[in-house]
DNA sequence: CATTACCTGCAA
DNA sequence: TTGCAGGTAATG
């Protein structure tokens, strides 16, 4: 369910709440192979540890403790983290649960099961680092950078888009809103893209993932911040889930294909398709 | 490369 | 009952 502008907003929600604040302890774990290592080792690492940074790399959550180790969690679909009072762990998907010095928990709630929260040394956050593409925010990551990334590449831009070692923390809604702003059709090849749709697309990722933090990112089922607050940005989508509905620019259908088994919603006449180069 | 698997719940 | 859901890892 999270993309880059929900897991950003969790960060900075958490923020305020986490940090400074120690770890006591596991206090709950009812879904063991979400976690790394498991539950022994992991809870005699993390117990004691003082949170000192909260920060975000692609959609992993990063909570950087004491001595080198950082604890990463993943939502992955349906995942959502939040501090709260003792008894909420006890909500039917909490799988996971820490104490924290204040009387609190922070408590994973994931109603799909398919999260992840491991426990990283500096190897492992290297490794981890180094596993995604650019993260699509930072100053590092310039149309230059992108057209690099999609040089030579054949499979669908919907696709590569999609794929966090090109680029981190894109996600299905926000691959298909980009797109749509940038006026290309998501089964494009990367690599048929002129310097100028690079140039476009390149503004359209931008914009749409600084959009979606600015409203706190998307809410359509699972997706809470770390108060367990909505997002609203699921209310300015143009084209995501919005098949034979009319394309805001142009009124003609948005139709719904499937693109690297997702599903894909794009204006079939505003988003132009190139064809590779023959 | 594209399928399939991992899970649960909800709507068609 | 089937298909689908904001994601990725493990298979052929």
Redesign the pocket.
Known sequence: ???LP?VETVARSLEQQLLGRTIVGLAKLD?P?MLMPPAPDFAALVAGRRIEAIGRR???LLLTLDGGWTLAI?????G?LLVAEPDAANA??VHFALDLDNGRRLIFDD????G?VHLLDRHGLAMLDA?HGPEPLAEAFTPALLAEQLRN????IK?LL?D?RLIA???????NEALWLARIHPLTPGGALAADHIAELYRAIRNVLAEAIANQ????????DGYGRR?SQ?EHFNV??RAHEPCPRCQTAIE?I?V????TYFCPQCQLFVRWPT
């Open positions: 369910m999270p993309e929900e879904w192979r692609a959609k992993w993943h939502l992955r679909m349906s959502h039917p998907h109603q799909r099961k398919f992840r596993a590449r054949r499979a669908p696709a999609l966090q923390g894109i996600g299905n809604i926000y691959a990112g998307s809410s359509l089922r699972n997706y809470r997002g699921q995501y889930d719904r499937v690297a088994q997702r599903s």
